[in-house]
């Protein structure tokens, strides 16, 4: 199976602060590689796809960027409504496989 | 509006089976692909399994620690997707998810097969949480 690692696990950070959160495979995986947004209690929020391709109604301070094995999840000013857990997702192989998250808090 | 209504999470002792169901509406459910995520309580999702559409074969595929234990299927007449989880063990515990990558948003028609691989899980359903102790 392709392992998914994240960094950081946690983050705080301030409202209007850019924060940017990794991903990397164990192999490459090219540009198969999507990010999420989840909140506590409900089902993850699909956010990005193909590693910088916005989902509709995605705002614009969310940008992804990275190919092969290396990821990255960008927000460029932190919004109230953005403190969640994110979680990669490669979609390379049959069985996907998720990052262990990183959840971003309120400092 | 394209909605997943996950059902039939519970209680059960370790080596019991139970039986969720996922009830599909707002779009062509035959034509999909199905996925079946879990996530275990303060962990990340993890991927369970996929049954592929019948006119793509209805094939299946299973995460290693679920596989020969839980089943997947789906009815096409009653737009319902079923995970048959058998032999269940405590690590089972979680909170089980359908979902599929529909492609909404993107325009013409796209092959199931590419949404799979060059898209992502873009509809889930609430959730129904399976507890798996004695």
């Known amino acids: 199976d392709v392992q998914m690692t994240q960094s950081p696990s946690s983050l705080s950070a301030s409202v209007g602060d850019r924060v940017t959160i990794t991903c990397r495979a164990s192999?490459?995986?090219?540009?198969?590689l999507n990010w999420y947004q989840q909140k506590p209690g409900k089902a993850p929020k699909f956010l990005i796809h193909a590693a910088s391709t916005l989902q509709s109604g995605v705002p614009s301070r969310f940008s992804g960027n990275g190919s092969g094995t290396d990821f990255t999840l960008t927000i460029s000013s932190l919004q109230p409504d953005d403190f969640a857990t994110y979680y990669c997702q490669q979609s390379y192989s049959t069985s996907y496989t998720f990052g262990q998250g990183t959840k971003l808090e309120i400092k | 509006d394209v909605q997943l209504v996950e059902s039939g999470g519970g209680l059960v002792k370790p080596g019991g089976s139970l039986r969720l169901s996922c009830a599909a509406s707002g779009f062509t459910f035959s034509n999909a692909w199905m996925i079946w995520v879990r996530q275990a309580p303060g962990k990340g999702p993890e991927w369970v399994g996929r049954i592929k559409s019948k006119v793509d074969g209805e094939t299946t595929e299973y995460a290693s620690p679920v596989k020969d234990r839980f089943t997947i299927s789906r009815d096409d007449s009653k737009d319902t997707l079923y995970l048959q989880m058998n032999s269940l063990k405590i690590d089972d515990t979680a909170v089980y998810y359908c979902t599929s990558c529909l492609g909404l948003g993107k325009s013409g028609v796209v092959p199931a097969s590419m949404l799979y691989y060059y898209y992502g899980m873009d509809v889930w359903g609430q959730g129904t949480t399976v507890i798996v102790s004695s």
């Open positions: 192999q490459n995986i090219f540009n198969f």
